[in-house]
């Protein structure tokens, strides 16, 4: 579910030219439009500047990029983007390049993101993970930082998706932290091979990578009371011996055999009731309705 990643650069020095420009010329009343461009750049921040919690929204609309200046928002107005977390690269010498750092943020935004907003299913639809990195320029000037956020891919949404983990009960917590670690594991891992003929290793440590996880969230529903946690956790007892099936598949077909029970095992619409038990968000993001998704 998560977006390509737009850098930061030093190379954005004309991005306020060009919003007082929109702000001046279009249809409608010229001096409305005045107005809304002038906030429009009294609102414009340095990416570098960009904190956890921040609302905002992005001066382009292309998926991917470089950009230098975002406008800051308040939450209670509508917005494209927040900031859910950050994290510092190690301080190596050379760049290590966009790919490498792309894996990092891959990995790592995952993890801030379910800090900062736990449960995916209470998230607004069309809502995913896209980060800033930085450029090899703005590298050589000290840049380590990686901001991970929220942004909706079309539309705007209000408020802010931050959760007080104390909030949170045990139990759901407890339920969270599995459910999300399957979800993470099963994608985190998926091999770039669309055929499991071209990447049989690949696909086994997925599946290796995918029965750990759902391990430890078996092991965190025993301790879940209440009558539909206990039936999840009777199914995924049976889903979890498909999936280390498929990590010790010989070959293939033997991965196919045990592949097909194990990944549709995990319906998100088997989870619903527990859900609803346990006082979480009990509607299926679209974009997940036919795989895991906690």
Request: glycine share 8%; net charge negative; with cysteine.
């Amino acid at each position: 579910m998560a977006f390509r990643t737009p850098s930061r650069s030093l190379r954005g020095i004309s991005t306020v030219v060009a919003l007082l420009a929109v702000g001046a010329t279009g249809c409608g009343d010229l001096v409305d439009n005045a107005k809304d461009g002038a906030k429009k750049v009294a609102r414009q921040r340095s990416v570098f500047s960009l904190e956890p919690g921040d609302c905002y929204n992005p001066n382009s609309k292309e998926a991917e990029g470089e950009t230098f200046a975002i406008e800051v928002v308040p939450c209670d107005e509508p917005h494209q983007a927040q900031v859910v977390g950050e994290f510092t690269l190690d301080k190596g010498g050379e760049f290590p390049g966009d790919e490498a750092i792309w894996a990092i943020a891959d990995q790592r935004c995952p993890v801030e993101a379910g800090k900062f907003a736990p449960d995916t299913w209470a998230l607004p639809e069309g809502v995913g993970i896209l980060y800033y990195t930085p450029t090899k320029e703005s590298w050589a000037t000290g840049d380590r930082a990686v901001s991970c956020t929220y942004t909706k891919e079309s539309g705007t949404f209000t408020g802010s998706l931050e959760v007080d983990a104390k909030s949170l009960k045990p139990e759901q917590k407890t339920y969270l932290e599995g459910a999300n670690a399957v979800y993470d594991a099963l994608w985190v891992n998926q091999p770039e091979a669309e055929n499991v003929e071209d990447d049989l290793d690949g696909y086994k440590a997925q599946a290796e990578a995918v029965a750990t996880a759902l391990d430890a969230h078996i092991k965190g529903l025993r301790d879940i009371e209440g009558t539909e946690a206990g039936k999840l956790r009777a199914q995924l007892e049976k889903t979890v011996d498909h999936w280390k099936k498929a990590a010790d598949a010989g070959d293939v077909d033997a991965f196919y055999v045990a592949y097909e029970p194990a990944f549709t095992g995990l319906d998100p619409n088997k989870t619903v009731a527990t859900r609803e038990e346990l006082g979480l968000a009990t509607t299926v993001p679209a974009d997940d309705a036919e795989v895991w998704a906690g």
